[in-house]
């Protein structure tokens, strides 16, 4: 009985023990091709599409022998008004450069002087720490230049795990005064990358940023260049939109095979097909096991991306 009862209490451990190492498990944040996608909540104008900006990560340079992930900024606007797909409206800035020590789970940055920076606190030119990731509740975080002077001591309220834009994460809770959101780790905060975590105070403030869409590898349905909108109205149709169970495709360009892929504005893929586009180039796809709600479909052929929007309705309200 002593040998299975010692027997259990270990196996216990082990268990134990792996569920710890997993749930420790540190995901990185910079990657090539990873965007951050922000928006401007302004109370007197909400949700101007002049106030939407993109972070892209790509490429690597060395700054005293030091490697730093380049990031890069440009300007984004809607073609259906608040939704994406978004469009470029400027070009991309060099905007700051980025590290992280996966053992200390630190992230630290060099903000550049160029233009775009307007809701960062972290000082031009100089190193500073923008996360730290390896934090517990109770723990103060003033030093991060995301949280800005004069916000007094600033805590993790809580902690936990979930699902943000369809990857697994660890969420750390900031308070304070003047000071409250989440980071996400391997993606940044609520507020956004670079942004400052400052919560605006309905009395004084009217406006403050957040993540809207963040993409973690190079498929970023939320993105989609001047040329492929141009591409989209001349060679891809979708019916009827809004719908409630099938949507057929048109599409005249004849590369072949087509690629059909459906998201949420999550991001989460819901649906992936291939067609071959040896026929007339007319696809019908049934979305009656979707949620309601809005949902980008891209089509992808050899050497072109098209996107549009779908809107899943009741019956009662789709025409």
Request: proline share 5%; net charge negative.
């Amino acid at each position: 009985m002593t040998k299975k009862i010692l027997g259990l209490i270990f196996l216990f451990s082990v268990i134990s023990a792996t569920r710890t190492t997993e749930a420790q498990t540190y995901r990185p944040m910079l990657q090539d091709s990873v965007r951050w996608i922000i928006v401007l909540n302004d109370n007197l104008t909400p949700f101007s599409d002049d106030d939407r900006w993109e972070y892209f990560a790509q490429g690597d340079t060395l700054v005293e022998n030091i490697l730093y992930k380049k990031i890069y900024h440009r300007f984004l606007e809607s073609k259906y008004g608040k939704q994406p797909p978004f469009q470029a409206v400027s070009p991309y800035v060099l905007f700051g450069l980025m590290r992280e020590d996966t053992l200390t789970r630190q992230v630290l940055g060099i903000l550049l002087p160029t233009e775009g920076g307007y809701y960062s606190e972290c000082p031009t030119g100089l190193e500073t720490l923008m996360y730290d990731f390896s934090l517990n509740v109770g723990d103060t975080i003033n030093h991060f230049c995301t949280i800005p002077e004069g916000c007094g001591e600033v805590n993790i309220n809580s902690m936990g795990e979930l699902i943000m834009f369809g990857i697994s994460t660890q969420w750390f809770e900031v308070a304070s005064g003047c000071s409250w959101g989440r980071l996400y780790e391997g993606i940044g905060s609520s507020y956004g990358l670079w942004e400052a975590m400052f919560t605006p105070v309905k009395s004084q403030y009217l406006s403050y940023t957040f993540l809207e869409y963040y993409c973690p590898d190079a498929v970023c349905p939320f993105i989609v260049g001047t040329k492929e909108l141009e591409a989209n109205d001349r060679n891809l149709k979708v019916f009827p939109n809004p719908t409630n169970d099938k949507i057929t495709i048109e599409i005249s360009d004849t590369q072949s095979p087509v690629e059909m892929m459906i998201y949420d504005a999550k991001g989460l893929c819901h649906k992936s097909q291939q067609f071959d586009q040896s026929g007339n180039g007319t696809f019908q796809v049934d979305i009656s096991s979707l949620p309601l709600g809005i949902y980008l479909l891209q089509i992808q052929t050899k050497s072109t991306t098209y996107t549009q929007k779908i809107i899943k309705a009741n019956r009662a309200t789709a025409y």
